[in-house]
């Protein structure tokens, strides 16, 4: 099956895919584990700062490596790329999905440069996911009130997205309805009434960066209302691979990394297989031999 073609069968079937973000071997392992254990569809993403640390080839051929492995889809994200050359090269290193946030860019300059990303991606059969307001937070877990960083931003208006949408031919927006990345100590509230509108007036797919941080039933309602069909999760991955490491560590001798690194890949599965289940993509994974027959795994 193609993006596309994954991507619609989420949205018909009133399911999201989780967009992981993987710096590393161990993250995909854990990731890719879930997806195996729960029958389930993945995207597997990494930014700008993640495929610089683990190399554009390297994490091609991994994800490559694990598709052929296992047999069902694991679809590939350029998460986050702030410019139109690396947006570029996200295109000639073959990832199924290219996000380009222009979001800090004038409005009209965001336009023309989603624009062209879209036209080359397009050209090879690539999905291009735009972001029009500023998605704000750190993938980290902050100290501060949500509401406060909410405050600061600007969220998605309905009819701006609309005249964005038609202008560059996205095939997916990132919304700011209140989600923020990083985790906060009170969930961010969602404004799903805006999200109801935003999704009237697109022709789009959506997407929720912040899943992280999200109350579980506004994750629920946000995928009911028929458009959302990727959600990011980052924060929680990097703070279970961190904790349970540090736990692993403490007070022993072992230098053997395969003997280290099990427990926290088995993490990192843990809090992958949670989201599996809350956006409702378990079971879903086709095995592409049978396409014709939409035999799940």
Do not use: W
């Amino acid at each position: 099956m193609t993006a596309q073609e994954i991507l619609n069968k989420a949205k018909s079937e009133g399911y999201a895919l989780g967009a992981f973000n993987a710096g590393d071997l161990e993250i995909v392992k854990g990731v890719v584990q879930a997806g195996v254990e729960l029958k389930s569809p993945l995207i597997v993403e990494a930014s700008p700062g993640e495929i610089k640390f683990f190399g554009h080839k390297n994490f091609d051929c991994v994800i490559e490596n694990f598709k052929k492995e296992m047999g069902f889809p694991i679809l590939t994200n350029l998460d986050h790329s702030l410019g139109l050359e690396e947006a570029q090269e996200g295109i000639e290193s073959g990832f199924d999905l290219i996000h380009f946030d222009g979001s800090s860019l004038p409005y009209e300059e965001n336009v023309k440069i989603t624009k062209v990303i879209v036209e080359q991606a397009h050209e090879k059969g690539i999905l291009v996911e735009g972001e029009v307001d500023k998605i704000l937070g750190e993938s980290i877990p902050h100290r501060e009130e949500a509401e406060s960083i909410q405050a600061s931003g600007s969220y998605t208006d309905p009819e701006k997205a609309a005249d964005f949408v038609n202008q560059t031919g996205v095939d997916i927006l990132a919304v700011f309805i209140g989600n923020l990345h990083g985790t906060y100590p009170q969930p961010p509230k969602l404004d799903l009434e805006r999200l109801k509108l935003i999704a009237e007036k697109l022709p789009c797919f959506l997407s929720l960066h912040g899943g992280s941080g999200l109350l579980e039933e506004d994750i629920k309602q946000a995928i009911a209302i028929g458009k959302v069909v990727k959600i990011n999760v980052n924060t929680e991955l990097r703070v279970a691979y961190r904790e349970t490491l540090e736990n692993v560590l403490k007070g022993s001798e072992e230098v053997a990394i395969y003997r280290i690194m099990p427990p926290v890949i088995a993490a990192v599965q843990k809090v992958v297989e949670g989201k599996i289940q809350l956006f409702g993509s378990a079971g879903k994974a086709v095995i592409p031999s049978e396409e014709s027959t939409t035999t799940q795994l």
